[in-house]
C-alpha cells in the first residue's frame, strides 16, 4: 500500500509563505485524488484543496492564496500556501484515494504567528 509524508510545515508571520509537500512512498496517480485537509482542536476536519481528474478545487477561506499542484516525477502533491493568516493555523494532512481506500500521512503543524 502507498503511504504518504507530508513535510514543510512550521511558524511563519501572517502575510507569509510555506510550501507543503505530501510525498508518495509509490506512484501519486495510484490515486484518484489527492487532498489537502487541516485540524484545530475547535475545528473538525475540513479539506482545504484537492487535485484529480485534471481538476482542482479550493475550499473558499484560501482561494487565491493557496495552490496545490503535482510533481508525478517526485511522486509529490505540493500545497503553495501565501498571504498566511493566523487562522490557517492547523495541523495539514494530505489524503489519497482509491475506489478502495483512504490513505492519511501524519500530519504537519502550521503556525502562523507574529
Known amino acids: 500500500q502507498v503511504q504518504l509524508v507530508e513535510s514543510g510545515g512550521g511558524l511563519v508571520q501572517p502575510g507569509g509563505s510555506l510550501r507543503l509537500s505530501c510525498a508518495a512512498s509509490?506512484?501519486?496517480?495510484?490515486?484518484?485524488?489527492v487532498g489537502w485537509y487541516r485540524q484545530t482542536p475547535q475545528k473538525q476536519r475540513e479539506l482545504v484543496a484537492i487535485i484529480g481528474g485534471g481538476r482542482r478545487n479550493y475550499t473558499d477561506s484560501v482561494k487565491g492564496r493557496f495552490t496545490i499542484s503535482a510533481d508525478s516525477a517526485k511522486n509529490t502533491v505540493y500545497l503553495q500556501m501565501n498571504s498566511l493568516k493566523p487562522e490557517d493555523t492547523a495541523v495539514y494532512y494530505c489524503?489519497?484515494?482509491?475506489?478502495?481506500?483512504?490513505?492519511w500521512g501524519q500530519g504537519t503543524q502550521v503556525t502562523v504567528s507574529s
Open positions: 489524503n489519497g484515494r482509491t475506489v478502495a481506500s483512504s490513505t
Open positions: 509509490g506512484s501519486i496517480f495510484s490515486f484518484y485524488s
